[in-house]
């Protein structure tokens, strides 16, 4: 079965950075593109990035653009989500998600807590 | 502000029916496939609808999708109180180049 596992999420001060990984296993990690979506406390879904299959193309929020870097090791079936200059705007439970064709959704892991506190 | 715009709450009694709607763009909506997600309390999103009106493998059929225009809509019929949950519709958007969702909608089930 599909399964997708985040870490790495937890407290930074603003400015700092963290990497979050997402493992995934149950299907073939090197054909499906991958997205991360975060979800503030008590808010609604944002999407955050997206990595091609191959990893040829990425597009990201632009809330994010130019400080964060999506990322996949196909050979280690995971996928990366590297956060630099970190503001207190993303905190947040981050998920990781499989591409499930058509720019949907359609495995999400249970996500990751990210807390940008000093 | 989301690019997409949901009713923030509906509420409907047991057995009944009720429709979320989903009002986007010609750069969204318009030109794209819509997908609802339904997320119980505590949990990790959950897709119920894809390309505007299939069902994901062991989705009830009570969970119906449409999309006429700029506008999408989901419908649940035979309302549970477990369907209690908050609902999001999502899609791309071209001008951004980016996945876009609405800001979501609390069903209660009264």
């Known amino acids: 079965q599909v399964q997708l596992v985040e870490s790495g999420g937890g407290v930074v001060q603003p400015g700092r950075s963290l990497r979050l990984s997402c493992a995934a296993s149950?299907?073939?990690?090197?054909?499906?593109?991958m997205h991360w979506v975060r979800q503030a406390p008590g808010k609604g879904l944002e999407w955050v990035a997206v990595?091609?299959?191959?990893?040829?193309?990425?597009y990201y929020a632009d809330s994010v653009k130019g400080r964060f870097t999506i990322s996949r090791d196909n050979s280690k079936n995971t996928l990366y989500l590297q956060m630099n200059s970190l503001r207190a705007e993303d905190a947040a439970l981050y998920y990781c998600?499989?591409?499930?064709?058509?720019?949907?959704?359609?495995?999400w892991g249970q996500g990751t807590l990210v807390t940008v506190s000093s | 502000q989301s690019v997409l715009t949901q009713p923030p709450s509906v509420s409907a009694a047991p057995g009944q029916k009720v429709t979320i709607s989903c009002s986007g763009s010609s750069s969204n909506i318009g030109n794209n496939y819509v997908s609802w997600y339904q997320q119980l309390p505590g949990t990790a999103p959950k897709l119920l609808i894809y390309e505007n009106n299939k069902r994901p493998s062991g989705i009830p059929d009570r969970f119906s999708g449409s999309k006429s225009g700029t506008s999408a809509t989901l419908g649940i019929t035979g309302l549970q109180t477990g369907d209690e949950a908050d609902y999001y519709c999502?899609?791309?958007?071209?001008?951004?180049?980016?996945?876009?969702f609405g800001g979501g909608t609390k069903l209660t089930v009264l």
């Open positions: 990595i091609w299959y191959d990893g040829s193309t990425k």
């Open positions: 999502g899609t791309w958007d071209n001008s951004l180049s980016a996945v876009v």
């Open positions: 149950g299907f073939t990690f090197s054909a499906y593109g």
């Open positions: 998600a499989r591409n499930g064709g058509n720019d949907y959704f359609d495995y």
